[in-house]
């Protein structure tokens, strides 16, 4: 018994000690049931606890039903508790491989992120935010706010409705400047676009279904339809975005990233656009237009969405994640009013909606112009980036053409150098960049290509960065 007693970690109380060595001992059928446990002067003794502490473990198991007390005759191991094998730490005897259901994405590859990416000299990877442009102080304060007399309930209730004053901010001081004009009810706040790609495809996706991918494109998106047992259809890409003319009749979803193509950066172009649309009435179906980071344009205007031409049949996904940060985990969708219905319904059994705090803080610090300042201050340094980076690139891939967006540039390597070689080489000199294959539905095209993001490293650093990473590549080519 004592053992038992030694082994429950000592950072418990002591009374809560001896409820736990109780109750291993009635589990593992030390004690059984019906028998009568030694007295609470006994067990104090050995233990080495005061009676009291005894007491008051042996009270709380009689409440929890463990033990029984009999007036006068003592207290007993209680027939129902006992069990006769007690769970092992390592899931005993349950077959997990039977219980499981695997996500069915064979064959498609998984983004990777390198742990404490930022201890390494040259991070010119994607997919996270610059952490110093995060307006720590700002945000704060709006995160006070919502916490204030007028903001608690819009906080801290279980709100089954979005956040309406997020919901206003968006269709005031983002979409239009998408070409976007709705009302409340085309617009529901997710977390993240990932969750909306996951809500959209258990919503409208059916078994067998072809939804069309870019190809290249966003890996995560393939791994979401195809769970849902989505045929996917990869249609290339190319220097005016992706080839419209290679949809197939069959048809159901189109998924595309027009702004800023992903991986390529590639702009949709406006004849492309409305291909789309008349394709999509024509041979009916549904396209989603994935906008994740369209205000990221350094020369000109973003196109305007092309969920402005057809509210309709375009739904439209907007994140913050490249925006503000991957970490706030908001994106929305904007789409006709049946449809939010929908997917509002699947997201209510899930996780019933996004953090109430977190809505009303982004909404009072998108009313304040906090978000806009701060989206200008980033927007503005990653323009330099991006016309240092094109520029150290151009010295040795001349003909190149890198689009004016986004976070990363789509490089094609020269003949010789292959992707999964340059991004180990490169690690190894402290370089980080992300290999082509994870982009491509067939990978062996991808390992001609690598993307090199520049959202979060130093600007200072990326130029030596790319200038190192050129020499990486040189020397792949052997
Ligand atoms: C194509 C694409 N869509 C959406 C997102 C944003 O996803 P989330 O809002 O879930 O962070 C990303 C981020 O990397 C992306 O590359």
Not at 161 to 183: H, K, T, Y
Not at 299 to 320: E, F, K, Q
Request: with cysteine; proline share 6%; aromatic share 8%.
């Amino acid at each position: 018994m004592s053992e038992v007693f030694d082994g429950v970690p000592s950072v418990f109380p002591l009374h809560v000690r001896v409820r736990t060595m109780v109750e291993q001992l009635i589990f593992t059928g030390s004690w059984r049931a019906g028998e009568r446990i030694p007295s609470s002067r006994m067990l104090a003794e050995q233990l080495g606890v005061s009676r009291m502490t005894v007491q008051t473990a042996i009270d709380e198991l009689i409440a929890g039903g463990y033990l029984r007390s009999a007036p006068r005759s003592g207290v007993f191991v209680n027939t129902h508790a006992t069990v006769a094998d007690a769970p092992t730490e390592s899931g005993g005897d349950v077959d997990w491989a039977r219980w499981i259901r695997q996500p069915v994405t064979p064959g498609i590859p998984h983004l990777q992120r390198v742990p404490e990416w930022w201890t390494y000299p040259y991070p010119l990877i994607t997919g996270q935010h610059d952490a110093r442009f995060f307006p720590d102080r700002q945000w704060l304060s709006a995160v006070r706010k919502s916490l204030g007399d007028d903001h608690r309930h819009a906080s801290l209730d279980d709100n089954l409705i979005d956040d309406m004053l997020l919901i206003d901010e968006l269709r005031r001081s983002l979409l239009p400047s998408r070409g976007i004009f709705v009302e409340r009810e085309n617009v529901l706040i997710t977390l993240g676009a990932q969750e909306a790609l996951a809500l959209l495809a258990d919503t409208l996706v059916r078994r067998g279904d072809h939804v069309v991918v870019e190809d290249p494109g966003y890996v995560d998106a393939r791994h979401v339809f195809a769970a849902r047992g989505a045929e996917l259809v990869p249609v290339p890409v190319d220097d005016q975005g992706l080839r419209v003319d290679d949809l197939t009749r069959e048809t159901s979803l189109c998924y595309t990233t027009p702004s800023h193509q992903h991986p390529s950066n590639v702009t949709l172009s406006p004849d492309r656009r409305l291909d789309l649309i008349r394709r999509a009435r024509d041979d009916d179906f549904l396209v989603i237009e994935d906008d994740y980071d369209s205000e990221l344009c350094y020369r000109g205007r973003p196109t305007p969405a092309i969920a402005s031409h057809d509210p309709h049949r375009v739904i439209y996904l907007g994140s913050m994640s490249k925006l503000l940060a991957p970490g706030i985990r908001v994106g929305f969708v904007v789409a006709d009013p049946s449809l939010i219905r929908a997917l509002a319904w699947r997201r209510r059994y899930v996780h019933r909606q996004v953090p109430g705090v977190t809505q009303r803080a982004l909404a009072l610090f998108m009313r304040d112009g906090s978000f806009t300042r701060s989206l200008h201050a980033y927007r503005r340094e990653l323009a330099v980036r991006w016309e240092v980076a094109t520029g150290t690139l151009h010295t040795r891939f001349p003909d190149q053409v890198f689009p004016p967006g986004g976070t990363a540039l789509w490089l094609r390597l020269p003949d010789g150098a292959t992707s999964d070689h340059v991004v180990t080489a490169a690690r190894e000199r402290g370089i980080l960049i992300d290999p082509g294959e994870l982009y491509f539905a067939d990978a062996a095209t991808g390992s001609g290509f690598v993307r090199v993001g520049f959202s979060c490293i130093d600007t200072e650093r990326v130029r030596p960065g790319l200038l190192a990473l050129l020499e990486v590549i040189e020397e792949c080519r052997g």
